[in-house]
């Protein structure tokens, strides 16, 4: 074997270990961010029986599950935003839900009752009759993923979710109502890096 044919090969090892490397890495630290749902959505002030609109309280149950294998998440303090209708620009009630730890495979509930003001309700009860009041849940926060010893840096994590309800005062949905992201993936191409890198590699040994 000549020298420059060794040092060729030495190359081309070193580029398919370091992509190998770098796809083991890769596996190893990517992470699901957590699905955020409604379980439980109750408006006493729409209920049928109620004359009055005395309790404008709202009460939620939020549950945040952590798919991920091996990696926990810390939260950073929930934001819990509530509006009615179609109007996106004044918000009827807001929560907040002080931060917290959540262990791999783990989910978590949180109950909280939102004080509300500027709502319709003689039009959220019309509607709330014909099972068409219409609320929106958005819920702004960020995320650091536990990966063995260290933390990642913080991700942002904004979801939002219509839930009907009816004249009984809860979702007429009456499964949990995922919250959802309007944004799309961004990290789609980068996501496929180590494996472009890895198989690059590869096809240098074969030239």
């Avoid at 959505?41 to 049928?48: E, G, H, M």
């Avoid at 609109?53 to 798919?67: A, F, H, K, S, V």
């Avoid at 950073?76 to 807001?94: E, M, Q, V």
């Avoid at 191409?189 to 890198?197: E, G, V």
Wanted: glycine residues 6%; charged residues 25%; contains cysteine.
């Amino acid at each position: 074997m000549t020298e420059p044919d060794g040092c060729c090969r030495c190359c081309l090892s070193f580029i398919l270990t370091l992509g190998l490397a770098t796809l083991f890495m890769w596996l190893s630290v990517r992470a699901s961010k957590p699905s955020c749902s409604i379980r439980d959505f109750n408006v006493p002030a729409l209920t049928r029986s109620s004359n009055s609109t005395y309790n404008t309280t709202i009460y939620l149950q939020l549950r945040l599950d952590n798919g991920n294998k091996d990696k926990g998440i810390y939260y950073d303090a929930l934001n819990i935003t509530l509006y009615y209708g179609k109007n996106r620009s004044l918000p009827i009630g807001n929560v907040t839900v002080k931060g917290f730890y959540q262990g791999h495979k783990k989910n978590a509930n949180r109950r909280e009752g939102v004080r509300t003001n500027r709502v319709p309700w003689d039009t959220a009860k019309r509607e709330a009759s014909n099972g068409t009041a219409v609320f929106r849940v958005d819920l702004q926060t960020a995320v650091r993923f536990k990966i063995i010893f260290w933390k990642t840096k913080r991700k942002k994590l904004m979801v939002s979710a219509e839930v009907t309800v009816n004249d009984q005062g809860t979702k007429v949905r009456k499964k949990g109502i995922k919250l959802k992201s309007g944004a799309s993936e961004p990290l789609r191409y980068c996501r496929a890096l180590p494996w472009l890198l890895a198989v690059t590699a590869a096809c240098f040994c074969f030239i």
